[in-house]
C-alpha cells in the first residue's frame, strides 16, 4: 500500500472514479464528504475504506477527515465553494491538496491566493488537475518544447456529446454568476470579458471527426492554466456545437454508464496547436468519457507529486510542474491515445 489520500466529494460522479483508480494504483482513499448518508452508502459497497464525514463549515471534521492522509483530493464542486475550506485544512495538516477544478474565477483564485501559505506548509497545492485544465496545459506543454514563447495557442475540444453531471451544471452556474452572466474569452495577454453569444467556426479535427461546427471563444480552464506559466499572446479555445448544445440544454440528462467500470460511451479529441512564427506544433489526445478519464489523470499527478517531482513547496498548474511528456506518455495508449507532431513530424513521446 502506497498510503492514505482522502478524497473529498467521494461519492459524486467524478470523486467515485477517482476512489476506484486510487485503490487500482495501490492507495488507500478515505472517503469523505459533506453527507453522511451518500457517504455511508458508498462505504457500504467498499467496506475496507475509512468513512469520515465533513461538512466545509467543521475545521475539526475536515483535519479528521485529513488525518494521516499524504494528500487530499477535492472532487467536490461548485469549487468556488469547496476550495477555501479544503485547502485551509490541506494547510493545517501540511498535506499536498489537488482539485479537479474547471472553474476559470475559481482556479484564478486559488493560484492567486496559496502561493505564501503553501510555502509556509511545505505544500504543493495543484488546482483544475483533470480534464479540462490539467490534459490541455500537459498538451500545450508537451507540444511547445523548447520553445521560450509562443505566439498563439489553439485548443479544440470535440466532445462528441456532454452529458453534464449535476456538478457540471451547478459550476456553471456559479462562474456565470461571478460574472454578471458575461462569457470570458483570452485576448490581448489577459482574460476579458464578452457580451452577447460566442461566435460559431469550424475546426478540422484529426480523424475520426474531421471537420466540425466549433463554438469559438469557449473559454474552459485551461485559458487560466496555460498562459500561468506559458508566454502566450494569443489564446484561443473552441468546443464542438453538438457538446455546447448537450450541455446548455437542461433536459440532457447526466452521463449513463456504458461498461462495468461506469464509464459512457462519451468520445473526445482534445485538439492543441501551438505557433512561433511559421512554425506549428501539435498535440493530440483521444479518449472516452472526460469525467472517468480525470481520475487517472489526477491520480498520475499525485504519484508524481510524491514520488518523482522534485518541485519546491507552491501552487502550480500541471504543465508548470510536471514533465508534460513523460506524464502523457505514462497515459498513453490508455486510458488516451497521445500523437505530438513537431513541424510537422511525428515525435515519439519516448524519445
Ligand atoms: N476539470 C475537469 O475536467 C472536471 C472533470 C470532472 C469534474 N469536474 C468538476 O468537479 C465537480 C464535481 O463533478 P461531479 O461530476 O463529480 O459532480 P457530482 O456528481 O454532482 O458531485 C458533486 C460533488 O460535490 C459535492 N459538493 C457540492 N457542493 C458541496 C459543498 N458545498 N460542500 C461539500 N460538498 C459539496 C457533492 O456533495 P452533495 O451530493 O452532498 O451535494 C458531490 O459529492 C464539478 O464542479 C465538475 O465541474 C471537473
Redo the contacts with the bound molecule.
Sequence with gaps: MRGNVTV????????RFVVAELKRRGWTPVLS???PD?LNSLGVQLPDLDVRVA??EDSAALDRALSGSVAVIN?????A??VPAVVEAALRSKIHYLD????IEANLDTLANYGNSARDAGIVILP?M?????LGDLLATAAIGDWPNVDEISIAYGLASWHP????R??GKVSRERRGGRRIAFANGRLEHRDGPAPVGEWTFPQPLGRQRVVTEFTM?DAVTIPHHIPVAEFRSYMTVAAVSDVIDPSVPPPIAADDSGRSSQTFIVDVVARLGSAVRRAVAGGRD??AV?APIVVEALGRLLNDTAAAPGVYTAGEIFDARGFLEALSPQPLSIELFLEGQKFDLAS
Design positions: 473529498y466529494g467521494a461519492y459524486g460522479h467524478t470523486g464528504g459533506r453527507d451518500k461538512a466545509l472532487c467536490a464542486g461548485p469549487f465553494e469547496t479537479i477544478a474547471a472553474e483544475a483533470a480534464f479540462f485544465g490539467g453531471t449535476a456538478g457540471t451547478a459550476a480552464a472526460i469525467y480525470s
